[in-house]
T-cell receptor, first 113, second 113 residues
Framework: DTGVSQDPRHKITKRGQNVTFRCDPI?????LYWYRQTLGQGPEFLTY????????KSRLLSNRFSAERPKGSFSTLEIQRTEQGDSAMYLC???????????FGNGTRLTVT | KNQVEQSPQSLIILEGKNCTLQ??????????LRWYKQDTGRGPVSLTI?????NTKSNGRYTATLDADTKQSSLHITASQLSDSASYIC????????????FGAGTTVTVRA
């Protein structure tokens, strides 16, 4: 399967714990995006990488959130000191260029108890 | 503020029938408009992408239209199948900000036998 893969698919954690999600984009795609989606809503932009450079971060991305893309390949999204409001589906997408369709992974569903 | 509004919020149709979903946007300057299909618990999958100069584009039984003057788009599903049950999301991109897409909340379509 050469699509975008995300790991884990599901994560249940207690409030205050740290969690880290991984995204492996399609190998030839230099653009990588993270989104957050809650029930009944469209995805909300979190951050964007072009190769290894993080070019944009949403105001939604508080200082508890950090994302990296070392070497311009896979990416990680870490949430520190999780809160119940962080419960959502976290989606990763990649694309080869501007104005190309985004290819989404199937997301990591986070539940904070 | 760039916004994308979709209607209806949800609809139920019988298998074999047609339906049309609507998308209105205020994104400016306009670059392109995309329709995605999202099955429950999975990431969105691209159906169509249209630029300013295109007013219709088809992908199998899915046909999207775009009126850039009135800033409206529609997605028509022909001869619906049970597998068409999903959320359909309208996404608009602005020039110069192609990585920060504006997502609608989606229309949930349920196809019944």
């Amino acid at each position: 399967d050469t699509g975008v893969s995300q790991d884990p698919r599901h994560k249940i954690t207690k409030r205050g714990q740290n969690v880290t999600f991984r995204c492996d984009p399609i190998s030839e795609h230099n653009r990588l995006y993270w989104y957050r989606q809650t029930l009944g809503q469209g995805p909300e932009f979190l951050t964007y990488f072009q190769n290894e450079a993080q070019l944009e971060k949403s105001r939604l991305l508080s200082n508890r959130f950090s994302a990296e893309r070392p070497k311009g390949s896979f990416s990680t999204l870490e949430i520190q000191r999780t809160e119940q409001g962080d419960s959502a589906m976290y989606l990763c997408a990649s694309s080869p260029s501007a104005n190309s369709p985004l290819h989404f992974g199937n997301g990591t569903r986070l539940t904070v108890t | 503020k760039n916004q994308v509004e979709q209607s209806p919020q949800s609809l139920i149709i019988l298998e074999g029938k047609n339906c049309t979903l609507q998308c209105n946007y205020t994104v400016s300057p306009f670059s392109n408009l995309r329709w995605y299909k999202q099955d429950t618990g999975r990431g969105p999958v691209s159906l169509t992408i249209m630029t300013f100069s295109e007013n219709t584009k088809s992908n199998g039984r899915y046909t999207a239209t775009l009126d850039a003057d009135t800033k409206q788009s529609s997605l028509h599903i022909t001869a619906s199948q049970l597998s068409d049950s999903a959320s359909y999301i309208c996404v608009v991109s602005a020039w110069g900000n192609d990585y920060k897409l504006s997502f609608g909340a989606g229309t949930t379509v349920t196809v019944r036998a």
